[in-house]
């Protein structure tokens, strides 16, 4: 499974993105999908996720309210709509898929098997 990211960029605080993540593999009836992000001289963190199959969403409490993760079947895609951006939220956000999971893992970086490369999201105040 080849996952590839993409959408990030330069915005100022309360702006918008949209980041996208394509898979290269069709059968993700039971894939859980997540964005994770690494802060300068921080750890990585888990951001959202979204059941492939079932389209259950979860999100950690620093983004809830303003990101919608979310997926298209037919495109085999994963999007994180990001709104009200903070520069808190400046980091480089990778896409990771998972194909055995329990929900009480979701949020670990351990569940999952297969990562995209990393986009840049820089938000300036």
């Known amino acids: 499974v080849q996952l590839q990211a993409s959408g990030g960029g330069l915005v100022q605080t309360g702006g918008s993105l949209r980041l996208s993540c394509a898979a290269s593999?069709?059968?993700?009836?039971?894939?859980?999908m997540d964005w994770f992000r690494r802060a300068p001289g921080k750890e990585r963190e888990f951001v959202a996720a979204?059941?492939?199959?079932?389209?259950?969403?979860y999100y950690a409490d620093s983004v809830k309210g303003r990101f919608t993760v979310s997926r298209d079947s037919a495109k085999n895609t994963v999007f994180l709509q990001m709104n009200s951006l903070k520069p808190e939220d400046t980091a480089v956000y990778y896409c990771?898929?998972?194909?055995?999971?329990?929900?009480?893992?979701?949020?670990?970086?351990?569940?999952?098997?297969?990562w995209g490369q990393g986009t840049l999201v820089t938000v300036s105040s």
């Open positions: 979204v059941t492939w199959g079932g389209g259950s969403t």
């Open positions: 990771a898929a998972a194909l055995q999971y329990i929900v009480s893992t979701i949020r670990l970086p351990s569940t999952y098997n297969y």
């Open positions: 593999e069709r059968s993700f009836g039971r894939y859980v």
